[in-house]
């Protein structure tokens, strides 16, 4: 049987946009709301945003979430009431335990932190949520660089709650049932996609070809529920990066 697959494109997704942020949705969130879109398996927000130099989101509260962000390009400052602060940068991936409850705030001023004259570079990252096994958790915070494992090939296991993913070099989520991996994939190169009852693509840069579903460009999507392994793969344009969760549980 093969797999369903939902192609969703970088255009149409929801959109804010104000003097400091430019986000695109691939999901419901805040004020845009699409009965039909809250959720694939169990991811429920996965944000792709540019925030302007010197800006950010101020303090903030979450609860019972996992999130994961995963910077591009640029360097995004996360302090929260736990105590825990770090600068995020391409190749480190970053969790927050919201559990019982934290506030945080990202901004993107890391030259505050070193003294140095201000960088104007925009910082472009993808923030990603998903439900934990459990609520009112320990609010917790982990951050590991992976670049190391990217820059050797292949798809990565960058965050994770599986057990077979117990022994790899990532950063672990309080969710069994969900992963994680990305790819920085060259062009006309190709890597595999996990099989599992639901997974996720998203084209983080770059274009692809999905197999059996045709390109992707920077900003695509793919839903494929009973992935089976499909090949993705760069197209001879350039280089691509890839961000995939593998999910084998679904909110419903």
Same mark, same amino acid.
Request: glycine share 10%; proline share 6%.
């Given at each position: ?54 800006? $950010? ?28 602060? $770090? ?11 919201? !559990? ?52 050797? $090939?292949?798809?990565?296991?960058? /965050? ?7 022994? /790899? ?26 099989? /599992? ?6 084209? /983080? ?8 579903? !045709? ?38």
């Amino acid at each position: 049987m093969s797999a369903a697959v939902d192609l969703r494109r970088a255009g149409d997704r929801f959109m804010t946009k104000n003097t400091w942020l430019d986000s695109r949705h691939s999901f419901s969130f805040g004020p845009h709301y699409d009965p039909a879109n809250t959720h694939f398996g169990l991811l429920l927000v996965s944000n792709d945003d540019v925030v302007a130099a010197g800006s $950010g989101f101020e303090t903030h509260p979450h609860r019972d979430m996992e999130i994961v962000t995963w910077v591009l390009e640029g360097a995004l400052v996360h302090q929260d009431s736990a105590g825990h602060s $770090g600068v995020i940068y391409p190749g480190l991936a970053q969790r927050m335990t919201a !559990g019982s409850g934290i506030l945080h705030s990202e901004k993107n001023d890391a030259w505050r932190l070193t003294g140095q004259p201000a960088d104007q570079t925009p910082v472009h990252f993808v923030q990603m949520w998903v439900i934990p096994d459990e609520g009112a958790l320990r609010p917790g915070y982990q951050q590991l660089d992976v670049g190391p494992e990217l820059d050797r $090939g292949g798809l990565v296991v960058v /965050a994770s709650g599986r057990p077979e993913h117990a022994a /790899a070099s990532a950063i672990r989520i309080n969710q069994r049932d969900a992963a994680l991996l990305v790819a920085r994939v060259g062009p006309g190169e190709s890597v595999q996609l996990p099989t /599992a009852p639901f997974v996720h693509l998203f084209v /983080a840069r770059g274009s692809v070809v999905l197999e059996g579903a !045709g390109a992707l460009a920077s900003g695509d999507t793919a839903r494929l529920s009973g992935a089976q392994g499909q090949r993705v793969t760069a197209t001879v344009d350039g280089p691509a990066e890839v961000l995939v969760w593998q999910m084998h549980a679904d909110l419903a």
